[in-house]
Structures are given as C-alpha cells and as structure tokens.
C-alpha cells in the first residue's frame, strides 16, 4: 500500500514546472476549451493555471488527489479576475471553481461524446443540434448525454466569447473544405494530430475536417 500524501499543492514548490509539462503533454492547448495555452500563470492571454480535476477542497475536494499526477491538467486563466456580475463570461477552471464534473478529459473516447453545430456551440453528440435544446431536454437525455451537458454547462464552454471564436475559425475553415480534394484534408488532419502544437480548437476543427467526402 502506497503511503498517505504528506504534501499539498500549497506547499509544493515547482508550479512553474510542472504547469511546463502539463502545457507539453497536451501539446500547448487548454485541457477544456483548447485554446493556446503558453506561459504559466502572469498575462491572462495565453496564461495556464496547474488545474485539478477532482478539486483541491469543497465538497468534493480530496486531499489525496491535490498532488496526483493524473488529476492535474493545464488550464487557460484569460476570463480570470472578472468580477461576480461577469460571471457568465469565466470558463474552464475559473468557472469550474469546486465544482465536480465527469472526466471526461481522462477518456481515450472523450471527443466521441461530443461535437460542434455551425452556430459556434459544442454540444453533446446527442439527437438536438442546438445548445438550448440540450439544455431544455436534459432530464430525458441518457445518461452519458446528461454528464457532457453538466460538463460543458460547468465549465462554461458555450459562454459568447469562446462560441463567437470557434465561429471565426469554422468561417475560415469551411470554405476552404468545400475547395480541396479529400486527400489534402486527410493530409492536413495527420498534420495536426502529429503536431508538437496542436492547432486551438483542435477536437472542433477535426469534427468538420473528417466529414470531408
């Protein structure tokens, strides 16, 4: 048996660090909303916080998790400092707060849970094609349905200013879909998935790359 964790994330000393090789391993975008992430903490645009999935305290917080490796992720901190009456502007972690949510992040499946409409929204990969339907049909959606809409309704992922951004990305995207041959798009989905640094919107760009007939 393993011993009891003796250290706490306070106490630890090597933030920058690690936040470093978190910010490697997911090949420079945020773990929930996949923007460039590039620095640890400082400048907001590009700045990445060390963020747990299971949460540090609250109700659901475990002290034993604080320092796992596995639960720690880097996570974008731009709509960190708004004040309460913004609230509905905060995503990913500073939206999460304490808050528990299905890790999904942890899943080798986790993009087949999930898609993108052309309005700008992720979505569950469910039957609607509109956020608002999800959110007004939740009780009668299964139940893996229900945990990616808690998720994405957590984290905030369809808050206007990430859905007005991947909207500017599908904009410059799929007209350029309609004009190259298939193999090129296969060609570039290759690149990307083999890129040292993912391209922002990674999961979304590739939903409507691979529908390229």
Known sequence: MDPPQSLSY?????????????????????????????HFQGDKT?????EHLIPEKGVYGIFEKQMDY????????DSRGLKKKERSKRHCGEAKEDKLIRGFIQEETCSSFFRYNTLGEIIP???????????????????????????????????????ADRKAEQEKLIPLLIKLPK?????????????????RYLDMLLYFMKQKK
Request: hydrophobic fraction near 35%; charge should be negative; glycine fraction near 4%.
């Open 10 to 38: 306070n106490q630890f000393d090597r933030k920058a660090a690690l936040n470093e090789q978190l910010r490697k391993e997911q090949h420079f975008i945020c773990c929930y909303c996949q923007q460039r992430i590039t």
């Open 46 to 50: 590009g700045g990445a916080h060390n």
């Open 70 to 77: 596995q639960n720690l992720y880097a996570c974008c901190i």
């Open 125 to 163: 990969n469910g039957p609607y094609r509109q956020w608002k339907e999800y959110l007004e049909k939740k009780v009668s959606l299964s139940q893996d349905l229900k945990e990616a809409v808690e998720a994405i309704d957590v984290l905030n992922l369809n808050c206007h200013s990430l859905v």
């Open 183 to 199: 193999a090129t798009v296969n060609a570039k989905i290759a690149e990307y998935e083999a890129a040292e640094m993912y391209p």
